[in-house]
């Protein structure tokens, strides 16, 4: 059976089992690969599954709309089931809201539950890293002299427009009340001004330290075609180098920028 | 007629740019291809189109639109001018044109914004007929086509099967570019050649009356089920021009923003007290058709719908004005036929 | 010219109404712009009162357009520009912009009997209504007022409940929510729309009402069964605003901008609009 049949054999399952009342996965729609919802056995011909399939459907489990209809099936690629896992740990969801559809681009591993899925994370994908492309670029950003650096982000976030997709598309960026939208005080600016663009994106990149699963949605979601992932690598490379943390490996694991340890360096307190 | 060869679509832009021009034209940058200032060695993308739109350029996503200094809980006004640079936006798709007189309206219909006004009157629009499309184009289903000459001052088209441009110049701004232009447009005459074919998705007159009389259809949770609230639909719109003010001050001197604002968040319609009359993603994506094909066209007789197809292509999750309003054509004619028999 | 800019206004007196409601008097610092003002208000408009380096907020005049020295508006501090302006000081500036929005039909009530119905903070904007009918008292029947608050401490221009109180020709009834009354408190202890279906049948009359959600939705029924038609019940709305001159497209409710068609609709037009976004 083929990857996307068997995915199709198992949402339909769940769904007429009543073990999902809905099911995340994707379909194909003028050549893209986009999200669909459903809530209907019948409809589980219309999910495909290839290397296009970019959307971290993780991010749907904020939405009140799908929240109502849990427990749900979630179709999931290894940086996605982190992002689960994490979910998880972090209590947005209940550890049995979801089960797993886990596929990665050559093989299906089947329905699963959150701790089967960690297991399976644990066991074949436990050293996941960046393609080789992208490692190359964060040295390259590594090796740059501070105001080199500072001149290089500043020039790659003057094409932002706030439209705020790379939020919109991150299953991490379940506040309420982001950052952005407080405005007693105005944390970030909401112009079009190096000032503003560069602690948007800065700010969103430090909030998900240790959170992200590097699953490239964000920088697929951005209109104006920003280095997210460049970014975000950046910032995993040094958690990785730091703190020897990454996230959704363990359910009960604690968020990094949200614990300490008593053995934690502070030798910056001066 | 005016001729430009196809390979010298750069010495025109370097020609503007002698007589004073700022030229936007679609870059490559990277993956994407944007409307941006052409700088020599710029190579412009002809085919396609562009993230962006012509309206960055007449109403940008923010400006400084009061000033003030402080001095405790006292303030003195500063001057504010609208930034107006001769400007010329060259080889946009017809729809982009067209959308500007969307924006007209909307910054001119009771009361006229003068920033917005300032940067229009220095703006000359030259668009560039389509002998392609994609899968996204809808133009031909909310009255356009591509070649529509509405909102540009000038229209290039292709002829000669891509080897060289009609320029034809159609109001005054285009003549004046024309002139400016100079030598680099030549005397001579060719035909056009066939623009492309973009079959209709649905009928805007069918979707309308739908949309007028169904506000409260389970339908919306359908057409807005994958949608995750951002903004990357109504920015990238050509028509789309809702904004935001915002003030941002030190202790001696405070700035007015203007910008960009979207229907598509939450915060658009918060109130203080907290209530939120369009508090789920649902009833904010039906605000967004309905704006652009239902409340619009009744209170302006103008269509907010340009068919650029960039909502469909941008969006992370496929949602688009087209898929919405295809959706309710097809439920249109099931319905239609269900009675008929 | 720069239809944003606001004038400057200065601000001559603040008073505390009620926990966190403060009404401000404010002089036009421009004669100019005064008289452009007094030109064109007339009752119901709105304005945004604001301040540079916070933004500003929208609320109604509350002051009628008989009065022109100067204006008033009265508000609760809720969020950040309402805490900058309350932050203000007497003889300190503010930025006004105004009038916006359309206005009560008055000229077409002369002769009818008036009934004002308010709850709570909503009094302002039909606080400036009834001193433009009782500056103008010979033109209007007879002039009703039921007010209430959820608590004695929420009422609002308590001062002024006493003028209107005193007056021969004004019917005035006060109520407050039930576990909202003192000892010393001498009016209702009811809610406003209970309250309503006490009053007599209505005959040549019109209603102008304010207030919360909750408190229209339930007045609505009431007034109609006491013979008031939606076309002859108005009310003024709310809405999230910015530009205040029908661009930016926050306020926009159906066909409708509430900053240009509104504040002020009858309950007829009201019912045209679609309810899930009022």
């Known amino acids: 059976m083929s990857i996307v049949d068997a995915i199709r054999a198992d949402a339909a399952g769940l769904l007429q089992t009543g073990r999902a009342k809905l099911v995340l996965g994707y379909r194909s729609r003028r050549g893209q690969r986009v999200p669909i919802l459903l809530t209907d056995a019948a409809g589980a011909d219309q999910l495909v599954y290839d290397a296009e399939c970019r959307q971290n459907l993780a991010a749907y489990l904020r939405k009140p709309e799908v929240r109502q209809h849990f427990p749900v099936g979630v179709v999931a690629a290894p940086p996605v089931m982190r992002s689960l896992v994490m979910l998880s740990a972090e209590s947005q969801i209940a550890a049995d809201a979801v089960t797993v559809l886990a596929v990665s681009e050559n093989e299906y591993h089947g329905a699963l539950d959150l701790a089967a899925t960690v297991q399976l994370l644990r066991e074949k994908y436990a050293n996941l890293a960046p393609n080789e492309e992208l490692l190359r670029k964060v040295r390259e950003v590594a090796a740059m002299s501070e105001e080199e650096r500072a001149a290089f982000w500043t020039e790659q976030f003057s094409k932002c427009t706030r439209c705020y997709a790379c939020r919109a598309a991150c299953p991490g960026c379940y506040c309420q009340w982001c950052v952005a939208k407080r405005n007693v005080p105005q944390w970030i600016s909401t112009a079009d001004l190096a000032h503003g663009t560069f602690a948007w994106n800065i700010t969103r990149a430090f909030h998900h330290a240790g959170r992200c699963t590097l699953c490239g949605a964000c920088e697929a979601a951005c209109p104006q075609g920003l280095p997210l992932m460049l970014l975000n690598a950046c910032v995993a490379e040094c958690v990785e180098k730091e703190f020897g943390h990454k996230t959704g490996y363990d359910l009960a694991e604690k968020p990094l920028i949200g614990s300490w340890r008593p053995d934690d360096d502070d030798g910056f307190v001066r | ?341 | 010219m720069n239809i944003y800019r606001p004038a400057a206004m200065r601000l001559l007196d603040a008073r505390e109404e009620a926990p966190d409601v403060r009404t401000f008097r404010l002089e036009f610092l421009d004669g100019a712009a005064r008289s452009e003002f007094f030109s064109r208000y007339r009752v119901g408009q709105f304005g945004l009162y604001g301040v540079p380096g916070a933004g500003e907020s929208t609320f109604c005049v509350a002051s009628p357009p008989t009065r022109q020295e100067y204006i008033e508006c009265t508000f609760r501090k809720n969020g950040r520009v309402t805490q900058a302006l309350q932050d203000r000081e007497v003889g300190q500036m503010i930025t006004f912009r105004g009038p916006y929005g359309n206005c009560f039909p008055m000229d077409s009530w002369r002769g009818k009997n008036i009934l004002f119905v308010a709850g709570g903070i909503a009094l302002p904007p039909v606080r400036s209504v009834i001193w433009n009918v009782l500056d103008r008292r010979s033109e209007f029947g007879g002039v009703t007022i039921v007010y209430g608050a959820r608590t004695v401490a929420d009422l609002v221009y308590k001062h002024e409940l006493e003028q209107w109180a005193a007056r021969p020709d004004v019917d005035l009834v006060l109520t407050v929510d039930p576990g909202g009354e003192t000892p010393e408190w001498k009016g209702q202890v009811a809610f406003v729309p209970n309250l309503l279906k006490a009053l007599p049948a209505a005959t040549n009359s019109v209603a102008v009402v304010c207030g919360p959600p909750i408190m229209i939705k339930l007045s609505l029924p009431a007034l109609r069964g006491l013979g008031f038609s939606t076309a002859d019940i108005y009310t003024t709305l709310e809405n999230r605003m910015k530009c205040g001159v029908g661009k930016c497209g926050r306020c926009n409710v159906g066909p409708m901008y509430v900053c240009k068609d509104g504040p002020v609709f009858t309950a007829e037009q009201l019912e045209t609009l679609p309810q899930g976004d009022l």
Not at chain 2, 128 to 155: I, K, N, Q
Request: glycine fraction near 8%; proline fraction near 4%; charge should be neutral.
């Open chain 2, 1 to 341: 007629m005016k001729l430009l060869r196809a390979d010298r679509l750069a010495d025109l832009a370097a020609a503007l740019a002698a007589q004073g021009y700022r030229v936007i034209a679609p870059i490559r940058q990277g993956r994407i291809v944007r409307l941006a200032e052409w700088r020599p060695g710029a190579a412009i993308e002809t085919s396609g189109i562009s993230a962006n739109s012509v309206k960055d350029f007449l109403f940008p996503r923010s400006e400084i639109i009061d000033r003030y200094s402080l001095n405790g809980g006292d303030f003195v006004q500063q001057e504010v001018s609208p930034e107006a640079i001769k400007t010329v936006v060259l080889a946009v798709r017809p729809c982009d044109a067209e959308s500007v007189s969307v924006l007209d309206t909307v910054f001119n219909w009771d009361s006229n914004d003068v920033f917005y006004n300032a940067r229009r009157e220095a703006c000359t629009v030259v668009s560039l007929a389509c002998v392609r499309a994609d899968e996204h184009c809808f133009c031909t289903s909310v009255g356009g086509s591509p070649e529509s000459a509405e909102g540009a001052d000038a229209v290039l088209r292709v002829a000669g099967g891509g080897d060289k441009f009609i320029f034809e110049p159609l109001t005054p701004k285009g003549h004046a570019l024309a002139e400016a232009a100079g030598g680099v447009l030549a005397e001579g005459v060719a035909a056009a050649d066939p623009v492309a074919e973009i079959p209709r998705r649905f009928d805007v007159k069918t979707v309308t009356e739908w949309l007028n009389k169904n506000f409260d259809s389970p339908l919306w949770q359908e057409f807005a089920a994958a949608c995750l609230g951002c903004g990357a639909c109504a920015y990238a719109c050509p028509s789309c021009h809702c904004f935001d003010m915002q003030d941002e001050s030190t202790r001696k001197e405070s700035v007015r923003y203007r910008n960009w604002d979207t229907c598509g968040l939450a915060l658009f319609t918060l109130h203080t007290s907290g209530h939120n009359p369009r508090s789920t993603q649902t009833a904010r994506w039906r605000q967004r058709v309905m704006h652009k094909l239902s409340y619009i066209p009744q209170r302006f007789n103008l269509t907010a719908c340009m068919g650029c197809g960039r909502c469909s292509r941008l969006c992370p999750n496929g949602l688009g004005i087209s898929e919405t309003c295809e959706k309710i054509a097809q439920l249109c004619k099931a319905n239609h036929e269900g009675r008929a028999r």
